[in-house]
């Protein structure tokens, strides 16, 4: 059974930076495509980064270009999300996701993907 556990969320302050983290059980994570998404109370879902198979093409949301990296550890068979320069509007549930490999491509719709992690909780202190 395909399964993902996102972890690493936390209590932060805007300007810090946070890793967090995908790890996979049952296959191979590689192999799939693998999207982090968020959602704020009362807003709707958002796909802020995504990464194909061989991690050849990445994607991100507007509002997280050049603060959010998304990359692989095939060794640990997991994948990041790379947060630096937080800002209180990053505050929200993050998750990420695995779809089926298609190409050398990515997609950041929710919809493309069928295996979702629980959400870890990015929160500001006052």
């Known amino acids: 059974q395909l399964q993902v556990v996102t972890s690493g969320g936390g209590l932060v302050q805007p300007g810090e930076s946070l890793r967090l983290s995908c790890s996979a059980f049952g296959f191979n994570v590689e192999e799939y495509r693998v999207g982090w998404f968020r959602q704020a109370p009362g807003k709707e879902r958002e796909g802020v980064a995504c990464i194909s198979k061989g991690s050849s093409y990445t994607n991100y949301a507007d509002s997280v270009k050049g603060r959010f990296a998304i990359f692989r550890n095939n060794v640990m068979n997991m994948v990041y999300l790379q947060i630096s320069s937080l800002k209180p509007e990053d505050a929200a549930e993050y998750y990420c996701?695995?779809?089926?490999?298609?190409?050398?491509?990515?997609?950041?719709?929710?919809?493309?993907?069928?295996?979702w992690g629980r959400g870890t909780q990015v929160t500001f202190s006052s």
């Open positions: 996701a695995v779809a089926p490999p298609q190409g050398t491509y990515c997609s950041r719709r929710a919809e493309e993907y069928d295996v």
